[in-house]
C-alpha cells in the first residue's frame, strides 16, 4: 500500500532582524540613560507646548487689547463729520457699525417710510426712515464733487409702536444738524419694494430709486437734533457695541508654531538617540570569524 508523502503547510516567516530590531529598540530605550533623557526630552516638549499656548493666548489678547483702544479712542475722540470716515456711493467698512457723527443737511419729509416688524423691548412696532439730503459732510461738498449732485442719507429717527405716532411728528424745514450713529444697509432679501408708504428693509440699492440722487451705502441712526428721539415722539434704538475688529496678532502666532516645532523637535531628537545607539551596539558587538574571507569564501 503505498505511502503518501506527508503534507506540508506553508509556515510564516518571521523576520528575525525586525524581531531583533524591535527588541533592540526596547532594551535600548529601557536603559536608565535613555531614560533619563526621555524625561528630560519630555519636559523640554512641555515646556516648549506651554510656551507656544501662552503666545497663541497672547496673539489674541494684544488684538483685543488693541480693538479696544481703537474703540475707546472712537468714543472719546466724540462724533466726526460724515464726510471724514464715510463717502457716498462707496462700500460701507464693518468698522464704521456705531460711529458716531454729525452731518448737515434738510429733511425731504414726503419721502419718509415706515419700517414694520422691528422689535424694541419686547415690543414689535416700525422704525421713521427719512432721506435727509446732505449739505455740508465736513468736506465742503468734495466728497460728492464727482457726482450727479448732493447725496441722500438715509435717517432713522426712531421707532414707533403704531404708524399714527409716525404720522403725528413733524420735522424742520430748511437746514440742521444731527448727530447719530452709523449703520449698515441691509441686503435686499425678499422684496424690497415700497408698498404703502412702507418698505420691509432698509435696503439702500432699492431706495435711492425713492429717493433719488447719490446715496450712501450706510445710514444713520439719529441720536440728538431735530427729528432725533432727543426732540421726543419716536423711541431711541440701542446703540450697537463697538468692538474695533477681532483679528489676532501674526507674530505672536508664528512665535507659538515655533516652540511646537520645537517640543516635536525635542521627542524625536530622543528617538534618535536610541536608534544610534542601536546601530553602534550592533556594530561594535558583531562577531568576526577569522576563517571567513570575502563573500564567506574560505581565507587563503
Known amino acids: 500500500m503505498p505511502v503518501s508523502a506527508p503534507s506540508t503547510s506553508p509556515s510564516k516567516v518571521i523576520d528575525v532582524d ?28 512641555f515646556v516648549c507646548g506651554r510656551l507656544g499656548a501662552w503666545q497663541l493666548d497672547r496673539a489674541y489678547e494684544r488684538a483685543a487689547l ?19 470716515v464715510l463717502v457716498p456711493q462707496e462700500s460701507f467698512p464693518g468698522e464704521l457699525v456705531g460711529r458716531e457723527v454729525r452731518v448737515t443737511g434738510a429733511f425731504e419729509p414726503s419721502g419718509t ?14 422704525l421713521v426712515l427719512t432721506p435727509f439730503r ?23 429717527q426712531g421707532w414707533v409702536a403704531d404708524p399714527a405716532d409716525a404720522d403725528a411728528l413733524s420735522l424742520p424745514e430748511g ?48 441720536t440728538s437734533g ?13 446703540r450697537p457695541t463697538i468692538d474695533g475688529g477681532t483679528g489676532a496678532n501674526l507674530q505672536n502666532i508664528f512665535y507659538a508654531l515655533q516652540w511646537w516645532l520645537f517640543g516635536g523637535f525635542a521627542v524625536l ?11 553602534g551596539g550592533r556594530r561594535g558587538g558583531a562577531p568576526t570569524d577569522a576563517d571567513t574571507g570575502i563573500a564567506g569564501l574560505p581565507a587563503a
Not at 415706515?114 to 423691548?121: D, I, K, Q, S, T
Not at 452709523?182 to 425713492?210: C, F
Request: glycine letters at 12%; a negative charge.
Open 18 to 45: 525586525t524581531v531583533t530590531e524591535r527588541r533592540s529598540f526596547l532594551q535600548v530605550a529601557r536603559q536608565p540613560r535613555m531614560i533619563g533623557l526621555l524625561l528630560v526630552f519630555v519636559l523640554a516638549a
Open 66 to 84: 488693541a480693538a479696544q483702544q481703537e474703540a475707546a479712542e472712537a468714543v472719546a475722540a466724540g462724533p466726526a463729520w460724515l464726510g471724514d
Open 113 to 126: 417710510l415706515l419700517v414694520p416688524g422691528r422689535a424694541l423691548e419686547g415690543r414689535v412696532g416700525y
Open 134 to 156: 446732505v449739505s455740508d459732510d465736513g468736506t465742503g461738498g468734495a466728497s460728492w464733487a464727482d457726482l450727479s449732485g448732493p447725496p441722500v442719507l438715509a435717517l432713522v
Open 175 to 222: 437746514e440742521v444738524t444731527v448727530t447719530g450713529w452709523l449703520q449698515a444697509g441691509e441686503s435686499t432679501v425678499g422684496s424690497a419694494a415700497v408698498v404703502d408708504g412702507q418698505t420691509e428693509q432698509i435696503a439702500l440699492s432699492a431706495l435711492v430709486n425713492e429717493w433719488g440722487g447719490p446715496i450712501y451705502t450706510g445710514y444713520l441712526v439719529a
Open 226 to 238: 431735530p427729528g432725533s428721539p432727543e426732540e421726543g415722539g419716536v423711541a431711541a434704538l440701542p
Open 269 to 279: 531628537l530622543w528617538v534618535r538617540l536610541v536608534r544610534d545607539e542601536m546601530a
